[in-house]
């Protein structure tokens, strides 16, 4: 069972800038597929981005297309998620997850606890 935590979260103003990471344990993260989903108040659980297991091939949805960056460590087991030219709609609860590069979350196994993004206007 893989374990994930985030970090990273907090205010910041729109055009800023923000950085989320997730450590992983547990389980060889060099096997896991991961990505990152976000939840705004009232709404669902909706996908942002995703990576493989070598990194080779990432994903995004298309509101954060251009202004959104994933990456991924495989020795220090860490996913992140770069955000520039942040948006108040992208105000919400980020949410690192495993097992998939998947838009829907059910295709994942593990989920972190989240971390609050807030952007004001």
């Known amino acids: 069972q893989v374990q994930l935590v985030e970090s990273g979260g907090g205010l910041v103003q729109a055009g800023g800038s923000l950085r989320l990471s997730c450590a992983a344990s547990?389980?060889?993260?060099?096997?896991?597929?991961m990505g990152w989903f976000r939840q705004a108040p009232g709404k669902e659980r909706e996908f942002v981005a995703s990576i493989r297991r070598r990194g080779d091939r990432l994903y995004y949805a298309d509101s954060v297309k251009g202004r959104f960056t994933i990456s991924r460590d495989n020795v220090r087991s860490t996913v992140t998620l770069q955000m520039t030219s942040l948006k108040p709609e992208d105000t919400g609860v980020y949410y690192c997850?495993?097992?998939?590069?998947?838009?829907?979350?059910?295709?994942?196994?593990?989920w972190g606890q989240g971390t609050q993004v807030t952007v004001s206007s």
């Open positions: 547990g389980r060889t993260f060099s096997t896991l597929e």
């Open positions: 997850a495993a097992g998939s590069v998947q838009t829907e979350t059910k295709w994942y196994s593990a």
